[in-house]
């Protein structure tokens, strides 16, 4: 049943009030030590995405042959050579050494350090995406690979969450952190989850370094 509800406006220049002012209202006269679990859902990812305002990322992929791909992305990729055939067996690799290389050049042109690596049968074998994003560990601070986020085959899909996956990932951890010092003025220390598009739930801290999960959680709620 439910026992309390209360609807206050986004502050998105200060996440931290519209949460506070909505868990000031609803919580009027309550015992937090009664909460088991605090589920969330938040638009601040899809709102990021659709306004365009997420950061840059430098996208790696790994297509080997076939069709062109230059313009399924939602930027222009950095195509690195090396193949792994559908049966998941590494044809061929750029070395580590070869990768550090390509990255310190690119990073010095776009000055970001965030960065996402997909190749076109990582589900089958991701070890190029992984060999990639060690050597890529170097020069970046959060890197995304496609294989990670999904075992399906749809390489442009799987492509564009692990470029999206990197873009907010600092907005999505900036809204953690504004929760947790929510929900800690209210000393609220049930577990947290966020909402994910399925309906499903995953804990706020697993979710940090699979924000693009989060993308229409907040329909999903309504």
Do not use: W
């Not at 969330?40 to 076939?66: C, R």
């Not at 190749?119 to 089958?124: I, M, Y």
């Amino acid at each position: 049943r439910v026992v309390a509800t209360a609807k206050r406006r986004t502050t998105k220049d200060n996440l931290m009030n519209g949460i506070g002012e909505a868990l000031d209202a609803v919580l009027e006269g309550y015992d937090t030590s009664n909460i088991e679990q605090v589920t969330l859902s938040t638009t601040v990812v899809t709102n990021t995405i659709v306004e365009a305002k997420e950061q840059v990322v430098d996208l790696y992929v790994i297509t080997g042959p076939g069709r062109n791909v230059d313009d399924i992305f939602p930027v222009e990729p950095i195509y690195l050579q090396g193949y792994t055939d559908h049966r998941g067996i590494v044809v061929e690799c750029t070395p580590a050494d070869a990768v550090r290389g390509i990255a310190n050049m690119v990073q010095a042109r776009s000055g970001t350090d965030l960065a996402a690596v997909s190749a076109k049968f990582g589900v089958r074998n991701p070890k190029e995406e992984i060999d990639v994003a060690q050597a890529l560990s170097d020069t970046y601070h959060t890197i995304s690979t496609g294989s990670a986020l999904s075992g399906n085959l749809n390489f442009p899909r799987r492509t564009i969450s692990a470029y999206f996956n990197s873009a907010v990932a600092s907005i999505f951890k900036e809204f953690k952190n504004a929760v947790y010092h929510a929900l800690d003025t209210f000393h609220i220390t049930a577990p947290v989850y966020i909402l994910k598009a399925d309906g499903g739930s995953l804990p706020i801290d697993t979710v940090e370094s699979i924000p693009v999960e989060t993308v229409f959680t907040g329909p999903a709620a309504t």
